[in-house]
């Protein structure tokens, strides 16, 4: 073998090695869109004015800044969350429990926090305290909500849907609804925010879940990402947005 023919195969073997790193580097999107439920304080709700205000909203923007990847949040009604991540207009859903019938589409990130799940009563109904005792009732649900799934499966023949919490409070209200389940963390902001918070009392915890980050099925890189980009996030900016929302 000739020195020429060995420099040949050195040129060929960078280039190769080259055109490898580039294209590891244009997988790197520029971008990705998230959707998440817009009605979920203290993670993510709007303002008065109408303005998106939260934890995610902050954290998101911090993702950004540490992983160099622009996170474009889509925040809406949890149900058109779930349609948009469904027809692929969005790359990552963000508040999300994980179900079985989930986990038929979707990959999931590690979980972020627990979430207990409460039922709701008002104060005129008595000897409500378990799942077995709801049976005979209708109860008010989120659209998409796992909750729903859970009370059907605790043999709950009646759920009614609304588009989002703040639809489902406001029901409350208007003495539509008088039992609901709901997710703890939003249930006395809203509540309160509705003034209903003097007329319902939590009856019981109906199940705990857990908060997790979902991609379309198979996009383990993005996981990974994902998960990089907050474990970049340092922890004293974790504490000041803990301070700042959850007090």
């Known amino acids: 073998m000739t020195l020429g023919t060995i ?3 050195l040129a060929v073997g960078l280039l190769g090695l080259a055109s490898a790193t580039v294209g590891l580097a244009a997988e790197v999107p520029a971008r990705i869109v998230v959707v998440m439920d ?3 304080p203290p993670y993510v709700f709007r303002d008065t004015d109408g303005q998106l205000k939260g934890y995610l909203i902050d954290l998101w923007a911090l993702w ?8 474009e949040l889509r925040p809406t009604e949890w149900s058109q969350a ?15 429990f994980r179900t079985p019938m989930r986990e038929t589409f979707m990959d999931f990130t590690p979980p972020y926090t627990d979430v207990n799940v409460s039922i709701m009563v008002h104060k005129s109904i008595l000897g409500i305290d378990s799942a077995a005792t709801l049976k005979a009732f209708a109860v008010g649900v989120k659209q998409g909500d796992a909750c729903a799934d859970h009370l059907q499966e605790a043999g709950v023949r009646r759920t009614d849907s609304y588009p989002s919490y703040e ?9 539509e609804v008088r039992i ?4 703890a963390p939003p249930a006395h902001f809203l509540m309160a925010r509705n003034g209903v918070d003097k007329d319902f009392r939590e009856a019981f915890t109906l199940y705990q879940g857990q908060f997790h980050r979902g991609v379309h099925k198979g996009e383990s890189a993005l996981i990974e990402r994902i998960d990089s980009g907050f474990k970049a996030i340092p922890a004293r900016d974790y504490a000041a947005l803990q301070e700042k929302w959850m007090g």
Request: overall charge negative; proline content about 0%.
């Open 180 to 183: 609901f389940c709901l997710d």
């Open 7 to 9: 420099r040949r195969w």
């Open 167 to 175: 639809a489902l409070i406001k029901a409350a209200a208007t003495g």
């Open 82 to 96: 779930l349609q948009r991540f469904g027809n692929h207009e969005a790359d990552v859903i963000d508040t999300i």
């Open 38 to 40: 817009d009605n979920y």
């Open 64 to 71: 950004s800044a540490h992983s160099g990847i622009q996170a």
